[in-house]
């Protein structure tokens, strides 16, 4: 049974960095048939994603086009786990930030961490 | 991109009573693997999503079989055969065709009539 627990602030100021991990139990994060995502939820966004990465031989990331520039997602071997940073908030960033699994072998995601509310706000 | 819309986004219903929601991708799910890359998940109130339906049709492991998927293509259906008090929570859609672009539909609110 795989497990992820985020840890992170849950308030940040405008203009400073969001930085969230995600710890894995029951996998590793250098596994070679799953893929690590971040993910935001807010009411005015829904459900988006933000950030990927995964290992197959070396590291690969991709991040969504509408945090491209700000966005960065790390892994840790050494700890197994992976890590969110994104930079320059505003308030629309505001949203609850969830660590997910995703299995290769059925394209899905099958592990959700417990969610981060995170409220960006002086 | 993708955009996956569900309907209804609300749907009162009494316990023990059939339920269906319906998701629409504005593209083809259907690989040429033949699976569809369509997946269902519930969130109850103040949790995470939980995965019930993966590649169309097939129950995650400990869904009750109530719930069932089907459709191929851009139209699929979720089912539950007779609703439970504890099914209530909001029903999303995703595709993962295109990953790493996944995309979810904006949710169906199922609550008890």
């Known amino acids: 049974q795989v497990q992820l627990q985020q840890s992170g602030p849950g308030l940040v100021k405008p203009s400073q960095t969001l930085s969230l991990t995600c710890a894995i139990s029951g996998d590793s994060v250098s596994s070679n048939t799953v893929a690590w995502y971040w993910i935001r939820q807010s009411p005015s966004r829904g459900l988006e994603w933000l950030a990927r990465?995964?290992?197959?031989?070396?590291?690969?990331?991709n991040y969504a086009e509408s945090v491209e520039s700000r966005v960065s997602i790390n892994p840790d071997t050494s700890k197994n786990q992976f890590s969110l940073q994104l930079n320059s908030v505003t308030p629309e960033d505001t949203a609850v930030y969830y660590c997910?699994?995703?299995?290769?072998?059925?394209?899905?995601?099958?592990?959700w961490g417990q969610g981060t509310l995170v409220t960006v706000s002086s | 991109d993708i955009v996956m819309t569900q309907s209804p986004l609300s749907l009162p219903v009494t316990p023990g009573e059939p339920a269906s929601i319906s998701c629409r991708s504005s593209q083809s799910l259907l690989h040429s693997n033949g699976y569809n890359y369509l997946h269902w998940y519930l969130q109850k109130p103040g949790q995470s999503p939980q995965l019930l339906i993966y590649?169309?049709?097939n129950r995650a492991s400990g869904v009750p079989d109530r719930f069932s998927g089907s459709g191929s293509g851009t139209d699929f259906t979720l089912k539950i055969s007779r609703v439970e008090a504890e099914d209530v929570g909001i029903y999303y859609c995703m595709q993962t065709l295109q990953t790493p672009l996944i995309m979810f539909g904006q949710g169906t609110r199922l609550e008890n009539k």
């Open positions: 990465t995964y290992y197959r031989s070396k590291w690969y990331k």
């Open positions: 997910v699994r995703f299995e290769q072998t059925v394209s899905t995601i099958d592990s």
């Open positions: 590649l169309g049709s």
